[in-house]
C-alpha cells in the first residue's frame, strides 16, 4: 500500500548548487608571486630546480673573497683585502674546485682567483702543505670531459708547479695518466708538451723520469 509521499527528484540547478565540478573542469588557482619562495610550490623537476655546485654556493654566500669586474676591454677580479693577507686553507683548494665549473662567471673567478692567489707573497710555503688536497682536485679538472675545463686544469696544474717546484714531484704520477690519455688528442698535443717542459723544468731532473715513467715517448728538454 502506498504511503501517498512521493520524493521528487533534485532538478540539474539544484544538483549542480550540491556537486563540484570535476578537478579537470574547475578553473586553475592563479599563482601568487610569494609562491615562488615557497618551497611547497617549487615543482622538482623544474628547470631551476637542479641544486648549485659547492663552487657556486660558496661564492653566491661570500665565501670568495673577491668578484668580477666587467672592463670595456676584458674582465679582471676584484679582491675585498690583499691576497697575501687571505687564509690559503681552504680558499686555494676552494679555487681548484671551481676549476671544474662551466658557467660564468665561476669559469673566470675560478681560473683567475687561482692564478692570482699564487702570485701573492709567500704563497711558496701556503701552497706545499695543500697538495695532498690540490692534487685530487686538479686530477679531477684533468679528467673532466669538458675540453676547457681540461685546459684550466692544465693551466692550474703549471702555476701551482711554478710556486712549489720539487715538492710536487711525490704526487705528479697521479696527474700524468690523464695527461697521457690527451696527448693522443691533435689538438692538445702541443699544449701538453709545453706543459710537461714546464713542469720538467720547475721541477728539476727528478721530473724528467717521472714523466717518462708515465709518458715513454716524451722528449725532455735537457736531453
Request: proline share 9%; glycine share 6%; net charge positive.
Amino acid at each position: 500500500m502506498s504511503s501517498g509521499i512521493q520524493i521528487k527528484p533534485k532538478t540539474a540547478v539544484q544538483k549542480s548548487k550540491t556537486s563540484p565540478l570535476p578537478r579537470s573542469l574547475q578553473p586553475a588557482a592563479k599563482p601568487k608571486p610569494s609562491d615562488k619562495l615557497n618551497p611547497k610550490t617549487i615543482d622538482p623537476f623544474g628547470a631551476y630546480s637542479r641544486p648549485t655546485s659547492a663552487f657556486a654556493a660558496i661564492y653566491a654566500k661570500g665565501g670568495i673573497p673577491c668578484r668580477l669586474v666587467h672592463g670595456s676591454v676584458k674582465h679582471r677580479l676584484q679582491w675585498e683585502c690583499l691576497p697575501e693577507t687571505v687564509p690559503f686553507d681552504p680558499l686555494l683548494v676552494t679555487l681548484a674546485e671551481g676549476l671544474r665549473e662551466t658557467k660564468h662567471p665561476y669559469t673566470f673567478v675560478s681560473k683567475e682567483g687561482f692564478k692570482e692567489l699564487l702570485m701573492a707573497d709567500g704563497a711558496t710555503g701556503k701552497a706545499i702543505p695543500l697538495l695532498p688536497r690540490l692534487v685530487p682536485v686538479l686530477k679531477a679538472a684533468l679528467a673532466h670531459s669538458d675540453d676547457e675545463v681540461f685546459g684550466r686544469g692544465l693551466d692550474a696544474l703549471v702555476q701551482l708547479s711554478a710556486v712549489v717546484g720539487p715538492s710536487l714531484n711525490d704526487h705528479l704520477k697521479h696527474l700524468l695518466t690523464n695527461l697521457a690519455r690527451r696527448l693522443m688528442n691533435k689538438k692538445f698535443r702541443e699544449k701538453i708538451t709545453v706543459a710537461l717542459q714546464k713542469l720538467e723544468q720547475y721541477g728539476g731532473k727528478a721530473t724528467t723520469a717521472i714523466i717518462k715513467s708515465k709518458i715513454p715517448t716524451y722528449c725532455s728538454v735537457s736531453s
